[in-house]
C-alpha cells in the first residue's frame, strides 16, 4: 500500500517536473531575445544591476527517479530548484560568461539554419573567446546551463549530437526518399548512428527480431556481428562503444517505441562502471535531467552478473579500482538502484573484484552466442 501510495504521489507531482521543451527554430531564438532583454531591462533600470542566471539545479539533491504508473520505463528527472550563474562572484564569473557566448553563437547557428557539434562549437568558440574556453568540458557544461536557462534541448538550440553508436542485426531502416539499409549486411562495422536527431526521428524501422541486444564495447559488438548472432538469436546488436552519446541513447529509444514487445537486454562489464553505462540507458542522467525523459528505455540486464562468476577464470579478475569506489558509492546514494541491481551492487564491492566481458573467451570464441543465448532461454535478466 506504501509503494502505491508513493507512487501516486509521484505520478501527480509530474506537474513539479522540468523539462526542456522541443521548440522550432523560431522559438528557440525568441527566447535567447527574451533572456537578452531581460538582463538589458535590469540593467538600465533605475537602480542597474546585473542580474544573476538563475539555472535549474542538476544536481543528485534536485533529482528524483520518476516511476510510471501505466509503463515500465523510468526516467530521471529534475524539480524546480534553481542554482545561479553571477558576474559578480570570482568563482562563478566565468561560468556566467560562457553561458552568454554559448548563446550568442547558438542564436548565430539558428539564424543561418545550420547544425553543429558540441566538438565544432568548441572549435569555434576557442577561436572567438579562447579567453573564457580552454577545454571541451568548459563548453559542454555551458551547453548544459544554457539549456539549465532557456529550458529548451540542446538540438533545439542548432547543437547536433556527435555520435559513436553503431547498429547491426534484423532491422532494415529507411531514410526519406533513400534506399533501405538491411543491417545485416553491414559487416562487423554495423551502420554508423547519425547524429541528426530530427533524421532519426524520420527513419522508417522494420524488424522481425526478437530481442535488442546493447553492448558496452564495441570489441564484444564486432565479434558478435562477426559470429551473426542476431540469426542465432533473432535480434538487433546496438552499441555506444562505452559511455552512451545522446544520438545512441534516443535511436534506442526510438527502437523501444517502433517495437514494445523487443526486450532489451544489455551486455556489460562486472564493474561499477558497466551498471553507470546501463543505468544511462535505462534512466538517463542527472546533467541532462531536463532531457532525460526522451531517450529513456527498460532496459534489463542480462550480463555480466554475480551468478556468472563462476563462468571467469581466477586469473581474469582484477581488483577494483578507487575510480570503480567512486561510481559505486554515487550509485549507491542516486536512489537510481532497483533492490536486484543494489544486491548485485553490494556483492561486487564486498569481493573487491570486477571482470570483463572478454574472460569468457576462456570457454572459446564463439562462447559469447551461447552464453547470451542460455541466458534468453533462461529468462535470466533482471
Not at 11 to 22: I, P
Not at 323 to 332: F, P, V
Amino acid at each position: 500500500m506504501e509503494c502505491l501510495r508513493e507512487s501516486s504521489l509521484t505520478f501527480f507531482s509530474d506537474q513539479r517536473r522540468c523539462c526542456a521543451d522541443v521548440l522550432p527554430a523560431a522559438e528557440a531564438r525568441a527566447r535567447i531575445e527574451v533572456a537578452v532583454l531581460g538582463f538589458l531591462r535590469t540593467l538600465t533600470s533605475r537602480d542597474p544591476a546585473i542580474s544573476h542566471l538563475p539555472l535549474i539545479n542538476r544536481t543528485s539533491s534536485n533529482s528524483r527517479v520518476n516511476h510510471g504508473l501505466l509503463t515500465d520505463i523510468s526516467w530521471i528527472f529534475l524539480s524546480h530548484s534553481f542554482c545561479t550563474r553571477s558576474l559578480m562572484r570570482a568563482n562563478a564569473a566565468k561560468a556566467f560568461i560562457r553561458v552568454w557566448k554559448v548563446m550568442e553563437m547558438c542564436y548565430q547557428i539558428l539564424i543561418q539554419e545550420k547544425k553543429v557539434t558540441q566538438r565544432e562549437l568548441y572549435y569555434k568558440l576557442l577561436c572567438t573567446s579562447s579567453e573564457y574556453f580552454t577545454s571541451q568540458l568548459q563548453v559542454n557544461k555551458a551547453i548544459q546551463d544554457t539549456v539549465a536557462l532557456l529550458r529548451c534541448s540542446r538540438y533545439s538550440l542548432g547543437i547536433m549530437a556527435s555520435s559513436r553508436g553503431l547498429v547491426a542485426g534484423r532491422l532494415l531502416l529507411q531514410e526519406p526518399n533513400k534506399e533501405i539499409v538491411d543491417c545485416c549486411s553491414c559487416g562487423s562495422s554495423g551502420y554508423p548512428i547519425s547524429g541528426d536527431l530530427n533524421l532519426l526521428e524520420k527513419l522508417i524501422m522494420k524488424t522481425d527480431a526478437r530481442y535488442i541486444i546493447l553492448v558496452e564495447k564495441h570489441a564484444i559488438f564486432q565479434r558478435l556481428v562477426d559470429d551473426h548472432v542476431f540469426n542465432q538469436i533473432p535480434s538487433i546488436l546496438i552499441t555506444a562503444k562505452g559511455y552512451p552519446d545522446i544520438a545512441t541513447r534516443f535511436f534506442l529509444h526510438r527502437m523501444s517505441q517502433n517495437f514494445p514487445h523487443l526486450p532489451i537486454l544489455a551486455l556489460v562489464d562486472w564493474n561499477p562502471a558497466g551498471l553507470a553505462i546501463l543505468c544511462t540507458f535505462k534512466f538517463g542522467s542527472i546533467g541532462m535531467g531536463l532531457e532525460a525523459f526522451r531517450y529513456a528505455c527498460n532496459v534489463k540486464w542480462l550480463g555480466l552478473r554475480g551468478s556468472d562468476m563462476e563462468l571467469i577464470p581466477e586469473e581474469s579478475f582484477t581488483p577494483l579500482k578507487p575510480k570503480d569506489i567512486g561510481i559505486a558509492k554515487s550509485l549507491m546514494s542516486s536512489k537510481l538502484l532497483q533492490d536486484k541491481y543494489q544486491e548485485e551492487l553490494a556483492f561486487m564491492t564486498e569481493t573487491g573484484r570486477r571482470a570483463e566481458i572478454e574472460a569468457l573467451y576462456f570457454h572459446g570464441y564463439d562462447y559469447l552466442g551461447k552464453y547470451i543465448a542460455k541466458k534468453i532461454v533462461q529468462v535470466d535478466y533482471i
